[in-house]
């Protein structure tokens, strides 16, 4: 199978549940910690990334004829046996944050300056899609048409084949970023200012890390699979 193809266009997605009410600007920042930990939690579930992924599979065989002749083997192509297909398919990757467990341990103040640890992010192949009209094909007349098991194959390689890749996509340093995009904000309401303000995950995460990130369950037209 040939490597992906990926065609990436990223999305910042601002959640309004996210938002708290205003503050005094000269309210004491100690006090605001509980009332900052309480807008956090609101956000719940946190879409900070999408990534829309095109993705070419193609699949090739070829009838041989094979054997052996005078102690030595041999393997012809047989001229009306080919098949080849390539396939579009179409996924979405998202990045979220679960701030359903925020609490005051993920804060750190020293003096003015205040830090916010982000609950490790989740990673989800949430959809992906065979585009059918655009799918191209030969089949050779002496051989049969790829059945259903055969496609539903194939795309499961190409699903396979963008979790893999989703690691090198840079979509946590993007999670934080545009986590952070909507938590400052939130945080300068409450009298703390910008330069102070610093928004970071609990580590710097691996190539490896991110692979324990991806959610191992994803949700194809309204089912869940593996």
């Not at 996210?18 to 910690?33: F, N, Q, V, Y």
């Not at 030969?138 to 790829?146: E, G, I, K, Q």
């Amino acid at each position: 199978m040939k490597p992906p193809v990926l065609y990436l266009t990223l999305f910042i997605i601002l959640l309004s549940s996210c938002s708290g009410r205003k503050t005094e600007p000269d309210a004491s920042a100690l006090d605001t910690i509980p009332m900052m930990v309480m807008q956090i939690q609101r956000c719940s579930r946190l879409y900070t990334a999408e990534y829309q992924l095109h993705k070419i599979i193609t699949h090739d065989d070829t009838k041989k004829l094979e054997g052996s002749f005078m102690n030595k083997d041999f393997s012809i192509d047989l001229p009306l046996g080919k098949r080849k297909i390539a396939l579009p398919l179409d996924a979405t990757v998202k990045a979220y944050i679960d701030f359903s467990d925020f609490s005051e341990k993920n804060i750190r103040k020293q003096g003015n300056r205040i830090e916010v640890i982000l609950p490790d992010p989740k990673v989800v192949l949430t959809s992906t899609r065979i585009n059918h009209e655009d799918a191209k094909q030969y089949v050779a007349f002496t051989r049969s048409n790829f059945t259903d098991e055969e496609l539903t194959s194939y795309e499961q390689q190409g699903r396979d084949q963008i979790v893999k890749v989703i690691p090198r996509l840079g979509i946590i340093e993007t999670a934080r970023s545009n986590a952070a995009s909507i938590l400052i904000p939130m945080m300068e309401q409450m009298g703390y200012k910008r330069e102070n303000i610093r928004i970071t995950f609990r580590k710097d995460f691996t190539l490896k890390d991110i692979r324990r990130l991806i959610d191992k369950t994803t949700i194809e037209n309204g089912k869940t699979i593996q």
